[in-house]
């Protein structure tokens, strides 16, 4: 694969009050140049951890372990250890934005208050492009039309607040690509919307990201998106992933007993009359993380004496798909 | 299942909005809800769909008289006698209020026109749920005097060991914990904290509770959670919720009956099967099209609706969809279509209704 990102051995820990936690365990992954990889799993599963992790925004308590290793390859064809960045220097900042975007949940925290849109935009295409006021300037009115914002001339002097939220979501996602970014990170970017304006945002973000042959790192915890939008999956649970793959082969095939309860948990129209069924139990902290496999404390199929002493290896299923999980192994179907 | 609970009948909230003029301000009123009528039953679910800005939470509101109607009825059956609470002023209400009991087991009581005292003895019969768990709880307060709250402050009990005993039993029912009720909030997960808001809307026994998007923060397994326990709940209490959401299949998995809400105004209102499978109104068709379907193979073609949703402000002449309907004719922008039945408890409101029925396959 041609990747843009190839993530190895993440681990993240950090330095509370009661000892060290651990939130981020020895995450691999990479993102293919110009595909999408969602990143699913549920609140506390270190998603956004890992994900900023890669802009070096994580506070000054947070630990990257010394073999991790975040290899990005930029524009220009160069090669960009992140970890070996400084955490304030230049080349994080060269990094930020214009190599590597990022869009939130909440549009209005990503919006100063007190600048116009317009305003916001042309300092980030002068800043990342090197363009002048007004060659940015038309950049930017051209970058709000391309996300569906009618008559950007006007609305390019507004400030966020004037705007409705679909349309302050198209807002930022502008203000992320007039960066022009070859990586864009998205968490949970639809998730506060209405349907009809997710449609649009995941429609509008799907074209883009083809006109722009941008790769992608697309988060949420709504696997109907996921369906829509991403090549391949990566199912996160307590800070390691579980189970990655295609999105289709995972979605019809899930492997982990985790991914199969959160594909079942799902409320669909064709099963009315059934029950909804959440995986039992709730997600630990990560300083109460289990020993062994992170998910057998939930897990109705946890074999004794296995999973809960030993750490499942990586099973593989052909090139690209890959589970964490003791029944997939030869050790785990003998003793099951 | 069969008995009317609430009957909602011409209900309007407007807003006055002032406006910055060149030389002075200009009062503008903000139609937030447009003459909506509906009925909900004694332990059922009324789902509440419709776009941000539409008028759910509003409409929540006004039922609950947590904001004033300007017109319109709310009528409140209470199981029992016939004395209207609406009409009681001063002395005759004060001597009510040592029979409170009655008084709620009286009905019909027209929620509107309540005020002061009689609405705050009112209020205990019904109850709400909030979107998000970690801001609708008081921190410096103990789980046990979060639940307990509602009684004390309705006065509805005094004796701290019947207190202590309510609260005990709700928790149970919601599967807390009896161990959680001393600790502070702050210990829980989302999930956890969004059962401690539900034992809260529960304790005084409601007929009636609005849960306003209380699973739409949360994760899908936890949503899944929380919808089988409020299912639960009502067939253990017989309490009758209005579900508010913008997630479609969640209030699809929960309501008996469905209402679609478009800038204020009803479009639609049916049993949750016709509507979801047997939509009759254009809006319903193009909101239920963007629903997105975890089976990659599943075809995903939402409609695309032109423009914007109206600013309530200025809310289009006629028919309110006109401006965005792709089926649009010129009768739709000088008309108002009339909230007719269409088929049984199925009501809409469209001219042309009757030309569609865009069926869905059902599973």
Request: glycine letters at 8%; charged letters at 25%; one cysteine or more.
């Amino acid at each position: 694969m041609d990747a843009i990102l190839t993530v190895e051995n993440l681990t993240i820990s950090f330095r509370t009050d009661e000892g060290t936690i651990t939130p981020i365990q020895n995450v691999s992954f990479q993102v293919g140049r110009g595909k999408t990889l969602g990143l699913v799993g549920e609140s506390g599963s270190g998603k956004s951890v890992s994900t900023k992790a890669l802009m070096r925004l994580l506070p000054g308590t947070a630990m990257i372990a010394p073999d991790s290793r975040m290899a990005y390859r930029a524009k220009d064809g160069r090669t960009i250890e992140i970890e070996k960045l400084a955490r304030n220097g230049k080349a994080v900042r060269r990094l930020r934005g214009g190599e590597i975007g990022m869009i939130f949940q909440e549009p209005m925290a990503s919006f100063s208050p007190v600048y116009t849109i317009g305003n916001q935009m042309v300092e980030a295409i002068r800043l990342h492009r090197g363009l002048g006021r007004r060659q940015a300037r038309a950049e930017a009115i051209d970058m709000l039309a391309k996300v569906g914002i009618s008559s950007p001339e006007a609305r390019i002097d507004q400030y966020a607040h004037e705007m409705s939220g679909g349309m302050r979501q198209r807002a930022m996602i502008a203000l992320a690509l007039s960066a022009g970014p070859a990586l864009l990170i998205a968490d949970e970017p639809t998730t506060a919307l209405d349907v009809t304006i997710q449609a649009q945002v995941l429609e509008l973000m799907g074209g883009l990201q083809q006109d722009l042959g941008m790769a992608m790192i697309f988060i949420t915890h709504d696997l109907g998106v996921i369906a829509q939008i991403a090549d391949e999956v990566a199912v996160m649970y307590l800070g390691t992933i579980v189970e990655r793959g295609p999105t289709k082969e995972i979605i019809r095939d899930p492997k982990h007993p985790y991914t199969q309860g959160l594909l079942e948990a799902i409320p669909s129209l064709e099963s009315l009359d059934h029950r909804l069924k959440p995986v039992p139990g709730d997600i630990p902290s990560p300083g109460e993380r289990p020993s062994g496999c992170p998910f057998r404390s939930r897990c109705g199929q946890a074999i004794e004496g296995l999973c809960d002493k030993e750490v499942p290896l990586e099973t593989t299923f052909g090139a690209a798909r890959a589970v964490r999980c003791w029944l997939h192994e030869e050790r785990g179907r003998s003793a099951a | 299942m069969s008995e009317t609970l609430i009957e909602v009948r011409n209900l309007e909230v407007r807003f006055p909005i002032k406006t910055k003029g060149l030389f002075r301000s200009k009062t503008v009123e903000l139609r937030a809800v447009h003459d909506v009528s509906f009925d909900i039953k004694r332990g059922e679910t009324v789902g509440l769909v419709g776009e941000s800005g539409s008028g759910k939470t509003t409409v929540g509101r006004a039922i609950l008289r947590a904001i004033d109607p300007t017109s319109g009825h709310v009528i409140f059956h209470g199981p029992g006698g016939d004395v209207d609470v609406a009409e009681l002023e001063g002395q005759e209400l004060r001597a009510f209020r040592q029979r409170m009991n009655m008084v709620f087991k009286s009905g019909p009581v027209e929620l509107s026109a309540l005020t002061g005292e009689a609405l705050r003895l009112f209020r205990p019969r019904m109850s709400l749920v909030f979107q998000d768990p970690y801001s609708s709880l008081n921190p410096r307060m103990t789980v046990r005097d979060i639940i307990a709250e509602p009684l004390v402050a309705g006065g509805i009990m005094k004796n701290r060991e019947e207190i202590d005993q309510r609260v005990r039993e709700i928790a149970a029912r919601c599967k807390l914990n009896l161990e959680h009720l001393r600790r502070f909030p702050h210990a829980f997960s989302g999930g956890q904290r969004q059962r401690i808001c539900i034992a809260r809307a529960l304790v005084s026994r409601p007929d009636f509770v609005v849960c306003d998007e209380s699973v739409s923060a949360l994760d899908v397994s936890i949503q899944a959670e929380i919808v089988n326990l409020l299912k639960d709940l009502q067939e253990e209490m017989g309490v009758a919720f209005l579900f508010i959401a913008h997630d479609l299949s969640v209030v699809a998995h929960i309501s008996h009956r469905v209402a679609v809400l478009y800038v204020g105004s009803f479009v639609e209102y049916a049993p949750t099967r016709s509507l979801f499978f047997h939509p009759r109104h254009p809006y319903t068709h193009a909101l239920l099209s963007a629903i997105p379907q975890a089976d990659p193979e599943a075809g995903f073609e939402p409609i695309r609706l032109q423009g914007e949703i109206p600013n309530p402000l200025a809310a289009p002449s006629g028919c309110r969809f006109h401006t965005r309907c792709p089926f649009a004719k010129p009768r739709c922008k000088e008309e108002k279509p009339d909230w007719r039945e269409i088929a049984p408890e199925h009501f809409v409101s469209c001219h042309f209704a009757d030309d569609f029925d865009f069926a869905r396959p059902q599973g």
